[in-house]
């Protein structure tokens, strides 16, 4: 069996690859728009408070 390197930290070619394809703005997200719009006006509220946003959930409404 081949070893495994594990880290807790990402190493240089993975960031490189990581960041090129994580969106940077809620616009660039793909998702339902309602989610988008709160999680938008949280982040605003947030940074116009001074404080960091609260720890929060994202789950779906559909039963299955």
């Given amino acids: 069996m081949a070893d495994r390197v594990t880290a807790g930290s990402m190493m240089e070619e ?27 006006v949280a982040i605003q509220a947030a940074r116009q408070r001074g404080e960091p946003l609260d720890t929060f959930s994202v789950r779906s409404s559909r039963a299955g």
């Fill in 14 to 40: 993975e960031a490189t690859f990581e960041y090129r394809f994580r969106p940077r703005r809620i616009a660039e997200y793909i998702g339902q728009q309602s989610v988008k719009d709160n999680l938008d």
